[in-house]
């Protein structure tokens, strides 16, 4: 299966490893694309452990569970990182993630920032930024990797 992040690699040799706390993500975007992941196939432990620990408290398993069963995550796309590499201490990553509830299609775009701490990239928080505008050539919103107006044009 292919990872849930959209890296084209399977999600045992992308993701997942971070997931079952196999290995540290390397990088913020790596840890950012996990979380993404997590939300997908429903971690809240993983979405708990990779929050900074000032965050936590705002952030609670029943919401993250009940937001599981709200939302269905369609596709991820990282536009830009600064930073973030491995053994540097911050990191921030701008993306935008496709959603369904129900029938909506919806979009996440973010602004992330990331901290470092002892080898281990932790979620701060983020900016939320206006919603893309999707052209009829770009990439579909649901992650087939076709045209919008090929795939799903309305
Ligand atoms: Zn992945
Ligand atoms: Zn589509």
């Given at each position: 299966?292919?990872?849930?992040?959209?890296?084209?690699?399977a999600?045992?040799d992308?993701?997942?490893?971070y997931i079952?706390g196999i290995?540290?993500?390397?990088t913020?975007?790596a840890?950012?694309r996990?979380?993404?992941s997590?939300f997908c196939c429903?971690?809240?432990?993983y979405l708990?452990?990779?929050?900074?620990?000032s965050k936590?408290?705002?952030?609670s398993r029943?919401s993250?569970?009940?937001?599981?069963?709200?939302?269905q995550?369609?596709?991820l796309?990282?536009?830009?990182?600064r930073s973030g590499?491995?053994?540097?201490?911050v990191g921030e990553?701008?993306?935008v993630a496709f959603?369904q509830?129900?029938m909506?299609?919806?979009q996440?775009?973010?602004?992330?920032?990331?901290?470092?701490?002892s080898?281990?990239?932790?979620?701060c928080?983020?900016?939320i930024?206006?919603p893309?505008?999707?052209?009829?050539n770009d990439e579909?919103?649901?992650?087939?990797?076709r045209?919008?107006?090929?795939?799903h044009?309305?």
């Open positions: 299966m292919n990872c849930y992040c959209g890296q084209g690699a999600f045992a992308c993701c997942e490893p079952r290995r540290q993500a390397p913020a975007e840890l950012m996990s979380r993404y997590a429903g971690e809240a432990d708990l452990a990779s929050l900074h620990p936590r408290v705002s952030e029943e993250l569970e009940q937001s599981f069963t709200e939302t995550w369609c596709s796309r990282v536009l830009s990182c590499e491995a053994g540097q201490t990553v701008e993306f959603y509830t129900g909506e299609v919806g996440l775009h973010e602004r992330s920032r990331f901290v470092c701490d080898n281990q990239w932790l979620y928080d983020g900016d930024l206006p893309l505008k999707l052209g009829r579909c919103w649901c992650g087939s990797g045209k919008l107006k090929k795939c044009p309305d």
